[in-house]
T-cell receptor, first 112, second 115 residues
Framework: GAGVSQTPSNKVTEKGKYVELRCDPI?????LYWYRQSLGQGPEFLIY????????DSGLPNDRFFAVRPEGSVSTLKIQRTERGDSAVYLC??????????FGEGSRLTVL | AQSVTQLGSHVSVSEGALVLLRCNYS??????LFWYVQYPNQGLQLLLK??????LVKGINGFEAEFKKSETSFHLTKPSAHMSDAAEYFC?????????????FGGGTRVLVKP
């Protein structure tokens, strides 16, 4: 497809479990971003990749959160030992050199 | 540090009436400012952006916003609301870069359009 693709669209898990969320950016976009949107709030920055490297991971809330982009395209956000407070919509966006971000539809994570 | 405040988490307008969504920002550097719209079950879509050129910015779907440095505001307007404008709107700020990386978003304003 032409847009940013995120899978799964919905994920329900139990407290303490491990979760992976995948983002497939627009082809050719070098920059990739992860944001988290909690209910009733605006998106909050998590991490930004330029190519394969994390250029800015200052938004990751703690060391349970980790993201990779091994080949400079698809990215995976990994959450260990999930907690109920991790429940949110995780948004991925990509951009080319002109900087406009294109967002995916998000992955809704519910931790029971 | 940067921050964005959107006044009013919910706005109700009649079809055909003016839409006015308020956004105030705080930034220690010259800001780049954005408005995004989010329709139900869809991703965020860029409406318009201010990048230090003209202070009145025109976007898609008839929306426009005016950057007022003295008021640290970037309010979004549309002269005549349409039913299809019902959505959530987010104002965002980033540093002085053409790239929108590390956007700081406001809390959003949900717009309801009454027939």
């Amino acid at each position: 497809g032409a847009g940013v693709s995120q899978t799964p669209s919905n994920k329900v898990t139990e407290k303490g479990k491990y979760v992976e969320l995948r983002c497939d950016p627009i082809s050719g976009h070098t920059a990739l971003y992860w944001y988290r949107q909690s209910l009733g709030q605006g998106p909050e920055f998590l991490i930004y990749f330029q190519g394969t490297g994390a250029a800015d991971d200052s938004g990751l809330p703690n060391d349970r959160f980790f993201a990779v982009r091994p080949e400079g395209s698809v990215s995976t956000l990994k959450i260990q030992r999930t907690e109920r407070g991790d429940s949110a919509v995780y948004l991925c966006a990509s951009s080319s050199d002109d900087g406009e971000l294109f967002f995916g539809e998000g992955s809704r994570l519910t931790v029971l | 540090a940067q921050s964005v405040t959107q006044l009013g988490s919910h706005v109700s307008v009649s079809e055909g009436a003016l839409v006015l969504l308020r956004c105030n920002y705080s930034s220690s550097v010259p800001p780049y400012l954005f408005w995004y719209v989010q329709y139900p079950n869809q991703g965020l879509q860029l409406l318009l952006k201010y990048t230090s050129a003209a202070t009145l910015v025109k976007g898609i779907n008839g929306f426009e916003a005016e950057f007022k440095k003295s008021e640290t505001s970037f309010h979004l307007t549309k002269p005549s609301a349409h039913m299809s404008d019902a959505a959530e709107y987010f104002c965002a700020v980033s540093g002085p870069s053409a790239a929108g990386n590390k956007l700081t978003f406001g809390g959003g304003t949900r717009v309801l359009v009454k027939p």
